[in-house]
């Protein structure tokens, strides 16, 4: 599991730092635009006690001089010409010096442009503390994400008193290392009176890419690496199907450790079974050094054909665009989607859904339409509750008549217990309407 923090900031915290800002006017509203500019640009940053120096000065051409002196030279890797550049389009797209109270413009000023930004088309729906005689009221209010793949970042931002506050800051899996297994092992020894243990095993189903009428069994583990200490491992794979043939091989593993310390003390394999349609059954054992870890799974596997099997199996991801992971984990334009092995995530840690649509109609451009909307629910004494959370709908416009998506999920304010993940996806061509849910267990950390 990826090493994400949320710091989610509740309503009335909001709210009352709102309230605090209008208390009495900030030293900067006297000054003039030009002044009130380059002290915000500082605020995003410089620390208090350039900023005090900065208030300290007596008029417009003292605070000239000294904001040109302090740019002289870089500020954390930032030209003073492209702090300029940000400062510019922050201070003209968030409304002069309200930029205090955005924080998408403090942002801006850090980060630059975003390379992924995604704006609520409607409102979402968030439950107010306020309580009615009917129950909890639903307010509606606008919300964005931006996304900075490159330093690993992710920010929500929510609407209140008509400016945006940062609801969450997230760090993403990106750059999250991972070990893996990866095929290429050297000839492993035999290995004999070892520990014997279960092995965490998870699988998915989807429509073949490389064989054409197959289904793609996904089936992916995950074991300690402290068990895979010289770095080998190997794999014992035996399939049966309906006919109680027995097909079973053998693939050695390299065991990469990317980084140390790592944030999971755990290695990631996976392993595709392009098949028939039928049912089947396999055992695995994964063997190291120092233990063997085993494991079976069965499934039925149906055939992806108009109106008998609209959609894959929705699979909890860890999102690991990266070369630094085995490339048995790529999954068309996303270059590597590690799947969560256990169903049990810690709360209030963000996670991704993958997931694939087939059958779709397409248009006169060969493109298909497709509207998509995320939904969480919890599990009560007697119903379940509809839990908000950000970024929960989507709309693609892609060409073929196949979808492929992967969304990262933010969870607000959701306690430990039973957790239900609903996916519905619309074809906007056709009004057809197909719905994945995902089931897992939210705990404690």
């Not at 904001?67 to 030279?73: E, G, N, V």
């Not at 014997?196 to 699988?203: A, D, M, N, Q």
């Not at 097909?247 to 990317?258: A, G, H």
């Not at 998509?372 to 693609?396: H, K, M, N, W, Y």
Request: glycine share 6%.
């Amino acid at each position: 599991m990826r090493a994400a923090r949320s710091v989610a900031v509740s309503l009335l915290t909001a709210a009352a730092l709102v309230a605090a800002g209008c208390a009495s006017a900030p030293v900067w509203r006297g000054w003039s635009e030009v002044s009130q500019k380059q002290y915000f640009g500082l605020s995003c940053v410089a620390s208090d006690s350039v900023l005090a120096e900065y208030r300290s000065l007596a008029d417009q051409p003292a605070m000239d001089g000294w904001y040109r002196a302090y740019w002289a030279s870089d500020r954390d890797g930032i030209s003073y010409r492209e702090h300029r550049r940000r400062l510019d389009r922050a201070w003209e797209s968030f409304g002069g010096n309200r930029c205090f109270r955005d924080d998408r413009a403090s942002t801006y000023l850090r980060y630059g442009e975003p390379t992924d930004r995604w704006t609520s088309r409607e409102a979402w729906h968030y439950l107010d503390s306020k309580q009615l005689a009917g129950g909890a009221m639903f307010r509606r209010r606008p919300w964005e994400v931006w996304q900075y793949p490159a330093q690993g970042l992710s920010f929500d931002f929510i609407e209140f008193n008509e400016a945006y506050r940062t609801w969450a800051t997230l760090r993403l899996d990106r750059r999250h290392p991972v070990a893996f297994f990866d095929t290429g092992g050297a000839p492993f020894p035999v290995v004999t009176a070892v520990p014997v243990h279960p092995l965490e095993l998870g699988w998915a189903r989807f429509k073949s890419t490389a064989a054409p009428g197959k289904v793609r069994w996904e089936l992916y583990w995950r074991i300690p690496v402290a068990a895979a200490a010289d770095g080998r491992a190997e794999a014992v794979f035996a399939l049966s199907g309906a006919g109680g043939a027995v097909r079973t091989d053998t693939l050695r593993y390299r065991v990469v450790i990317p980084a140390d310390p790592l944030p999971e003390p755990y290695a990631v394999g996976q392993r595709n079974l392009d098949l028939s349609p039928g049912r089947y059954v396999v055992d695995i054992a994964v063997r190291t050094d120092s233990a063997v870890f085993r494991a079976r799974a069965e499934a039925e596997l149906v055939a992806y054909r108009p109106g008998v099997q609209e959609c894959s199996d929705a699979e909890l991801a860890l999102l690991q665009d990266t070369t630094l992971i085995a490339d048995v984990f790529r999954k068309g334009k996303y270059l590597r989607v590690v799947p969560q092995v256990t169903d049990q995530l810690p709360t209030r840690q963000p996670y991704f859904v993958y997931y694939e649509v087939y059958n779709l109609r397409t248009d006169a451009a060969g493109n298909h339409r497709a509207a998509v909307r995320l939904q969480t629910f919890q599990a009560g004494e007697d119903t379940l509750t509809e839990r908000p959370f950000a970024a929960g709908e989507f709309t693609s416009e892609e060409p073929g008549s196949e979808y492929r998506g992967c969304h990262c999920i933010y969870p607000r304010d959701l306690g430990a217990g039973e957790t239900y993940l609903v996916v519905n996806v619309e074809d906007l061509l056709s009004g057809r309407t197909t719905k994945l849910i995902r089931t897992f267990r939210l705990k404690e950390r």
